[in-house]
């Protein structure tokens, strides 16, 4: 599943361990003094009375005593009740030791009938919403299989007994009484982690698989979508027809899956397997684009592991309202509305394309070998993170890929300092919930870059493919992948997973330097400054380092760091002009590196690391060196576009006037439509008249959207009453960036007449800039009239309590809500913050989404 995580500017993001014994090698020769860690301080025990001692919470993998071996459901659906009617046909048997009875997850069920297929007997059953447990009438050894009928309605909605989380039905109905003439009529599953089971009879864990079959009885409008093959579809004489879709491979229950509704079908194919994409009807021209390079990307990712795509078909469908950013069901991945655009809105957009790489690599790396238990999610979720990152290295080359690494990497960090830290395989969560976190994900994924690094890519390609034949339609740890990894390799690699998957956090590194001259050595200290007690004190770390004494190929050094504090010596013919620590900036790590800003002026011209580059503009971005002024103009110029984006983004144009020219060339000969962009609103910041033309040519005639609201945006900054005209004319838009562009417009000229403008363009915001649209509406409102500021307050008090809504819509509207109050009780206005109070209480009280209630408590 790709989760979007909500990112928010105190917390960038849409986050203990056991030692075994570790074979080490020995220091490389290179290394010729090291300052031995300080001599630990022993204190005398003390007595300690009434203490308390206890286990660590340890979640376990689910105990499985029968095996499921196939399922057949029989459903149809009544809209009005948001029920499921089925029939659920389960064939087991003992895992191993004998049994009478099976437990299956079943929740706010109506159970019709329970009976032994075949035989026509009615079993013996207790159920209590949760788990329906059936007396089997006999002991059944181990491969004795029978076969359960039940007959039940399913109530993923809730029932007065029990009312469901909205984000955890299972089965969603979309506007199921089709009052709104806005939102198609749809149904949809979403099963990950334990929710199917609202919707049929199953064991609803990780650990359990078999196969299915499928019957789907929809109004004879509606397609459907499930796992595997369309066998049959059959009309009815009630005006309905009946799908019957298979699938002959073993998958586990939460990966089941189904789609209903108005789609327009489009067929692709990739080595005679059917690929096919569902969107709404509008979108039909547009559907290889929203799903980009999915044939290429079954070759690239078969070709690399060297293991076939292993399913019968790949279809990917676009729902409404999802609850996730998309998940990876077997044959059937559904991803959300977001991802539904034209072509236009599409140019030199990444998003869609890494979330299609994500779902894609996880039917390996989750459907066919799937994790074991919760604890162990990055066995899915680290390779499927991972994933884009081959993508995109093997599609645009690796300073795409290390652009994207590099974001992750920020993700993750920022999710530490906000949530914490914990172990990578993490038994001790609270909340299987809470697995979904920038650990599973992110620290996963770059945790196997890491291992690629150590190991070099033949043999982690090898160990990928071992890996999963080995243990292929079956559940996994990530001790499978070690032994994998040393089965390849012949190496210990205990001491690898002991630090990076069993124990927490990750190195912050201090790196400084001391070049002797006398001796012709440059020392390089690097000390781990990370929290002993809450993080592993210390990491064994493998690195290059490069050095540089002149501006030719630098000398290599290979060293490994095995202590809190190490000095590595290095002879030299003169003082280098850069020491590169971690010359490949392979590293998971936080670092403070102390090289003086010649260094880095050197580093950004000489070393050839994407992230080398980034490291210097950080450095120097508010310098006054001539020198440092050169890095930026040359790095406008860059040959890769995120440098370029990026020296622009940081460069003070009021401060560096000599670039201009090179900017006003980009804006109309770039061919990345994001460094056009940046390049126009750097130059919106001079606030020159005679960039006015090029702003509105940009909106007349660029076909990127983020160009021509970064046009608006920029003529805004040079002249508002233009800037005005322009917005008034372009109301009627439909792409968001460019209401947004509008919308800043307004709120810089504050006028009841624009407010009709964002109540009617709200739904179309998100990310971001949703949060700052809801801010510019509050900007364009806060000075009207009582009357009118709170009716504006009370539609955005309405935005934030409809779960239907985007949680981003819902934050940003009740962010603005907070802010007026805030403003408002900084001058004492305490009727007005007491009515704002009420409505922020409201949408507390309402909100069902865990990392929205947990950013309200700051509220």
């Not at 290429?296 to 609850?323: A, C, G, H, N, T």
Request: with cysteine; charged share 25%; glycine share 6%.
């Amino acid at each position: 599943m790709k989760q979007i995580f909500l990112a928010f500017p105190i917390a960038l993001l849409l986050f203990f361990g056991c030692n075994t014994a570790s074979k080490v090698a020995s220091v490389p020769a290179e290394v010729v003094k090291e300052t031995p860690p300080p001599a630990p301080v022993v204190e005398p025990p003390t007595q300690v009375k009434d203490q308390n001692y206890s286990l660590p919470v340890y979640n376990a993998s689910y105990t499985r005593t029968h095996d499921i071996i196939h399922t057949k459901l029989d459903l149809k659906f009544d809209w009005a009740k948001e029920s499921v009617l089925g029939k659920a046909t389960i064939t087991s048997t003992p895992l191993f030791y004998p049994s009478d009875q099976i437990r299956l997850d079943a929740v706010d069920f109506d159970i019709h009938q329970v009976k032994m297929e075949g035989t026509g007997t009615n079993l013996k059953y207790d159920y209590d919403d949760k788990s329906l447990t059936i007396q089997l009438g006999k002991m059944y050894e181990a491969g004795e299989k029978y076969t359960l009928f039940i007959d039940y309605t399913a109530h993923p909605s809730g029932t007065e007994r029990n009312s469901a989380i909205s984000s955890d039905k299972g089965l969603f109905f979309i506007n199921a009484d089709g009052s709104d003439p806005e939102k198609p009529q749809q149904i949809w599953t979403q099963g990950e982690t334990e929710n199917n089971s609202r919707w049929f009879p199953t064991v609803d864990k990780p650990n359990e698989r078999c196969t299915q079959e499928m019957y789907l009885t929809v109004q004879d409008k509606y397609k459907t979508l499930s796992n595997g093959l369309l066998i049959s579809s059959n009309k009815n004489s009630d005006g309905t027809r009946t799908d019957y879709w298979k699938m002959d491979q073993p998958h586990a229950p939460y990966l089941f899956m189904i789609a209903i509704g108005d789609f327009a079908v489009v067929e692709d194919s990739w080595n005679g397997i059917l690929v096919d994409y569902y969107v709404e009807p509008k979108f039909e021209q547009d559907a290889k684009e929203i799903f980009p390079h999915t044939p290429e990307m079954l070759s690239f990712f078969s070709e690399k592991l060297d293991y076939k795509y292993p399913w019968q078909k790949y279809s990917q469908v676009v729902v409404r309202d999802y609850v996730s950013g998309a998940m990876e069901n077997t044959t059937g991945v559904i991803f959300g509305e977001f991802v539904q655009k034209p072509k236009r809105e599409l140019i030199d957009e990444s998003v869609n394309e890494l979330i299609v790489a994500h779902e894609l690599f996880h039917h390996w790396f989750g459907d066919l070998v799937t994790c074991e238990s919760w604890a162990n999610l990055t066995m899915n979720e680290g390779f499927a993170n991972y994933s884009e990152y081959l993508w995109f290295e093997h599609k645009y080359g690796v300073e795409e890929a290390e652009r994207h690494r590099r974001n992750e990497i920020q993700g993750y960090i920022g999710s530490t300092q906000q949530a914490g830290i914990h172990p990578l395989i993490h038994f001790g969560y609270a909340d299987k919930e809470h697995m979904f976190d920038a650990h599973s994900y992110n620290k996963g994924g770059l945790v196997l870059h890491m291992l690629r690094n150590q190991i070099g890519d033949d043999a982690f390609w090898a160990t990928l493919n071992l890996y999963l034949k080995d243990n292929e339609y079956t559940a996994v740890e990530a001790h499978d992948l070690r032994l994998a990894v040393e089965e390849i390799t012949g190496q210990d690699f205990n001491w690898f997973f002991d630090q990076w998957y069993f124990s927490a956090g990750h190195p912050q590194l201090e790196i400084s330097y001391d070049y002797k001259e006398a001796t012709k050595t440059i020392d390089v200290t690097i000390e781990q400054k990370q929290d002993p007690v809450t993080s592993r004190p210390i990491f064994i770390l493998p690195m290059a380092i490069d050095i540089y004494t002149d501006n030719g190929m630098p000398m290599r050094k290979e060293i490994k760091m095995d202590s809190r504090k190490q000095t590595f010596s290095f002879d030299v013919n003169k003082k280098p002009l850069l020491v590169n620590v971690d010359a490949d900036k392979v590293l998971l790590c936080e670092k403070e590196d102390k090289k003086s800003e010649e260094a880095f002026i050197f580093q950004y011209h000489n070393a050839k690391n994407l992230w080398d580059k980034i490291e210097a503009f950080e450095a120097i971005k508010n310098s006054d060196n001539p020198k440092a002024k050169e890095v930026f103009k040359t790095a406008v110029n860059d040959s890769y576009w995120g440098i370029r984006e990026r020296a622009i983004g940081k460069l003070d144009v009021t401060k560096h006037p000599e670039i201009t020219s090179s900017l006003a060339k980009l804006v109309t000969d770039d061919p990345k439509s994001q460094v056009r962009s940046a390049a126009l609103k750097a130059l919106g910041q001079t606030k020159d008249v005679q960039y006015t033309t090029l702003a509105k040519k940009a909106i007349s005639s660029d076909q990127a959207y983020n160009v021509i609201s970064a046009g608006l945006q920029t003529l805004a900054d040079i002249d508002q009453a233009e800037a005005l005209t322009m917005a008034t004319k372009m109301e009627k838009e439909e792409n968001g960036s460019i209401l947004f562009a509008i919308g800043k417009i307004y709120a810089q000229n504050p006028d009841k007449k624009y407010l009709p403008f964002f109540e009617k363009s709200w739904d179309k915001m998100n990310g971001y800039g949703a949060i700052n649209f809801f801010g510019y509406y509050l900007n364009t409102v806060k000075e009207m009239d009582d009357e009118t500021v709170m009716a504006s307050m009370t539609k955005l008090k309405d935005i934030s309590t409809n779960m239907g809504q985007n949680p981003w819509r819902r934050f940003g509207a009740a962010k603005a809500i907070n802010d007026l109050r805030g403003e408002y009780s900084s001058k004492a206005m305490t009727d007005k913050v007491t009515a704002l109070t009420e409505l922020i209480n409201e949408i507390k009280s309402a909100e069902t989404n865990g990392q929205l209630k947990n950013l309200y408590e700051s509220f």
